[in-house]
């Protein structure tokens, strides 16, 4: 109990620390209010959730897009599409290349058991492999 006569006790930093959170609260309430009162505002969050949904289409009402692009800016477009293309199959036939390599020590695993793998014979090498081919 405080006397009454007593000067006022100051505030605990948590104290202010809360009375400073409930006047943010206040200035964000009244600015959501007169936000929520704005026809303009309004307009506009409703064409962006309308936007979300539509996915990349325009909002109707809104200005024309934009001019579409310079030839130049399309032929680099094509340029970076074919080069990523090219790039792809590059990645894809070097796995295939190691594969193919790969087989013969595959096809001598299958076929001598009783050998660890990536021990290479005469015997087990195929006929048409260039390395059967080279000790001839």
Known sequence: MTHPNSPPTPATQFERW???QRKWQQTVQNYMDTAAKDEEFLTHMGNAMRGSLLAGKAYPGSTPPAAPPTTAEATQSTVEELLFA???????????????QALPNRLAALIQPDKPPGIETKDARLPDSPAAQNDD
Do not use: M, N, P, Y
């Open 18 to 20: 809360q009375e400073e």
């Open 86 to 100: 090219a790039r792809r199959l590059e990645g894809q036939l070097q796995g295939l290349t190691f594969e193919v």
